[in-house]
T-cell receptor, first 107, second 115 residues
Framework: DAGVIQSPRHEVTEMGQEVTLRCKPISGHDYLFWYRQTMMRGLELLIYFNNNVPIDDSGMPEDRFSAKMPNASFSTLKIQPSEPRDSAVYFC?????FGDGTRLSIL | AQSVTQPDIHITVSEGASLELRCNYSYGATPYLFWYVQSPGQGLQLLLKYFSGDTLVQGIKGFEAEFKRSQSSFNLRKPSVHWSDAAEYFC?????????????FGKGTLLTVNP
């Protein structure tokens, strides 16, 4: 079992660009979560899915953020257009299993 | 709504000394509680969890935590700290009900270990 796999590990892009973060979860788990971590606000839950269905997206900061889980093997978090304040580490998690995160820097 | 408080932002201990990291929670029902550790540049790793039963929970890397309902606490302990324990530690409570399954995290405690 390879664990929760996130890609890319690092991304640097200019503001206004579209950013897509990817998560490949462990098979057999019903829940999947996306978090954002910053120094100022710590770990924030953005959205979570149960059986591929979004259950709670109240943590998504703005309409620029969207997330999908088309099947049990894949989820994406998209930011369009990106802004410098979106710079953070984004984590994908299944219960008690975190990915290593994507460190996002928006210039 | 549930919340988690970690009163200590930063703790420094000497290698070999004992460690206790504090965690207080606010939750209406019986809580499910977790401690995670995060090393720089990495995701969170589960150290231990409490769901029910024995209030003293053993985890990985020699850590343990004690659930005290009367104090709404779930403090993490280790009798002898190693330099490799330097990391950030997060306490979390699970909100589970119906289709809900959400972790609420504390702000974290950064542990520095002096040689």
């Amino acid at each position: 079992d390879a664990g929760v796999i996130q890609s890319p590990r690092h991304e640097v892009t200019e503001m206004g660009q579209e950013v897509t973060l990817r998560c490949k979860p462990i098979s057999g788990h019903d829940y999947l979560f996306w978090y954002r971590q910053t120094m100022m606000r710590g770990l924030e839950l953005l959205i979570y899915f149960n059986n591929n269905v979004p259950i709670d997206d109240s943590g998504m900061p703005e309409d620029r953020f969207s997330a999908k889980m088309p099947n049990a093997s894949f989820s994406t978090l998209k930011i369009q257009p990106s802004e410098p304040r979106d710079s953070a580490v984004y984590f994908c998690e299944q219960p008690q299993h975190f990915g290593d995160g994507t460190r996002l820097s928006i210039l | 709504a549930q919340s988690v408080t970690q009163p200590d932002i930063h703790i420094t201990v000497s290698e070999g000394a004992s460690l206790e990291l504090r965690c207080n929670y606010s939750y209406g029902a019986t809580p499910y509680l977790f401690w995670y550790v995060q090393s720089p540049g990495q995701g969170l790793q589960l150290l231990l969890k409490y769901f029910s039963g024995d209030t003293l929970v053993q985890g990985i890397k020699g850590f343990e935590a004690e659930f005290k309902r009367s104090q709404s606490s779930f403090n993490l302990r280790k009798p002898s700290v190693h330099w490799s324990d330097a990391a950030e530690y997060f306490c979390a409570v699970l909100n589970s009900g119906g289709s809900n399954y959400k972790l609420t995290f504390g702000k974290g405690t950064l542990l520095t270990v002096n040689p």
